[in-house]
C-alpha cells in the first residue's frame, strides 16, 4: 500500500510499519522525514501539485465549496483528542508560534543586512520582510481580540479587525506592489458594501466574510491564521479548539512556507495529509526552524493514519486551495526565477549527497 493512502479501517491485519506511527519526540520527527525523503523528493512532489492555468475548477470549488458538516468535526474531533492529551495539542500550538517568531526575527536581520549592503530585494525577499516585520503586529492584534470575543463584544471585535486589516492592506502595497491591489479586491469589495448596508446583521456579515477572506492571500492570510490559532478565536469571532484550531494552524504554517519559498499554487485533488507531511519536508530542507515543521508533520501523519481526519481536512483544504488558488498562482507566476532556483538547489543538494 501507498504510504499516502488511507490505511484500513480497524480490524483489518494490516502489519503497522514505522511510517504508520505518529513521532512525538524531536528525535523521532527528524528520523520519519529522514526515512520518508530517502524515498520521496520533497520539492518535486509539491511541484507536482501545483495547478497550471487550466486547472479553473480550483476557484469555482471556492465558489460552491463541499462543506465539512459538524458530524465529521466531530468525529476529527474525537480521533485527535484521543491521540493527542491537552498538554500536547497545546505545545504544538506553541512550537509554531515560537519557530515563526524565530523565523520572523531571523529574516529581520537578514533584511537589515541586505539593507546595509545596499542589495535590491527580490519578490520572495520583499514577501519574506513583509512577514518579519508585521508578525507581531498580528500576534498583538489576535490578542486584543480574543479579549473582546470573550466578553462577547463580537461586533467591536469585527470593528476592530476590520480596521486592523485595513492598516494591512495599505502597508502590504509596499511590499507587493500591484499585488497587493489584486489580492485586497474582494475585501475593499465587501467593506465597501458593508458600509453600505443598513442591517446591521448583514453589516457584520459582510465584514466577517471580508475578514475570513483575507486567509486566502498570500503571505498576508498564513500569517493571521497562525495568530489567530496562537490566540484560540479567529478575527471574526469563531472559536478555536482542539482539532480546528490544529487544522487552523498547520494549514497557515504550510501555506505560508509554501508562498515564501514561492510554491504556494495547488490543485483541488491535493490531500491535506499529504500536502502536511511534504510541506514539513520542505520546511526542513529549505532551513526553517523544527518548531514550525514538527507539529505540522505529526498533525499530517495522524490525518494520513485517520480516515475521518482525513475526510474533513481534505474538504477544508479544497475550499481553502480553491479561494486561494488563482491569488497563489500569479504570485508563483511572479517569482518564478526564483523558485527554479529553489529547484536547482534542490536538485544539486540531492545530488551531492
Do not use: C
Amino acid at each position: 500500500m501507498n504510504k499516502f493512502e488511507f490505511p484500513p479501517q480497524e480490524g483489518s491485519h494490516k502489519k503497522e510499519t514505522e511510517l504508520d506511527k505518529i513521532p512525538r519526540s524531536d528525535e523521532e520527527v527528524e528520523e520519519a522525514l529522514e526515512l520518508e525523503s530517502e524515498e520521496t523528493q520533497p520539492i518535486e512532489e509539491i511541484r507536482d501539485m501545483q495547478s497550471g492555468p487550466e486547472d479553473t475548477e480550483a476557484v469555482k470549488s471556492a465558489e460552491m465549496p463541499e462543506s465539512v458538516e459538524p458530524a465529521e468535526t466531530e468525529a476529527a474531533e474525537a480521533a485527535f483528542e484521543q491521540e493527542f492529551s491537552p498538554e500536547e495539542q497545546q505545545e504544538m500550538i506553541d512550537e509554531i508560534d515560537a519557530g515563526t517568531e524565530a523565523y520572523a526575527k531571523a529574516e529581520q536581520e537578514r533584511a537589515e543586512q541586505a539593507a546595509e549592503a545596499e542589495e535590491k530585494a527580490s519578490p520572495l525577499e520583499m514577501a519574506k520582510r513583509f512577514f518579519a516585520e508585521h508578525r507581531e503586529e498580528f500576534d498583538k492584534i489576535a490578542e486584543e481580540l480574543n479579549e473582546l470575543i470573550n466578553k462577547n463584544l463580537i461586533p467591536e471585535a469585527q470593528e476592530l479587525a476590520s480596521k486592523f486589516l485595513s492598516d494591512v492592506r495599505q502597508k502590504s502595497e509596499k511590499y507587493f506592489g500591484d499585488k497587493a491591489d489584486e489580492w485586497f479586491q474582494e475585501y475593499d469589495d465587501l467593506m465597501a458594501k458593508a458600509g453600505q448596508e443598513k442591517s446591521q446583521n448583514r453589516k457584520r456579515r459582510l465584514i466577517s466574510l471580508a475578514i475570513e477572506g483575507v486567509d486566502f492571500i498570500p503571505v498576508i492570510g498564513p500569517v493571521k491564521m497562525i495568530a489567530e490559532s496562537t490566540k484560540g478565536s479567529t478575527f471574526n469571532g469563531k472559536e478555536l479548539k482542539s482539532w480546528s484550531r490544529a487544522l487552523h494552524a498547520t494549514s497557515g504554517v504550510a501555506f505560508l512556507a509554501l508562498d515564501l519559498t514561492g510554491l504556494g499554487a495547488l490543485g483541488k485533488s491535493v490531500k491535506a495529509g499529504k500536502l502536511m507531511t511534504r510541506t514539513a519536508a520542505l520546511m526542513r530542507k529549505v532551513g526553517l526552524p523544527r518548531q514550525m515543521y514538527k507539529p505540522a508533520y505529526k498533525i499530517g501523519r495522524f490525518v494520513l493514519n485517520n480516515p475521518t481526519a482525513a475526510r474533513a481536512a481534505d474538504k477544508a483544504l479544497r475550499f481553502q486551495i480553491g479561494a486561494r488558488s488563482k491569488r497563489a498562482r500569479k504570485w508563483k507566476d511572479q517569482v518564478s526565477d526564483e523558485v527554479e532556483d529553489i529547484f536547482v538547489n534542490e536538485t544539486q543538494s540531492r545530488t551531492a549527497a
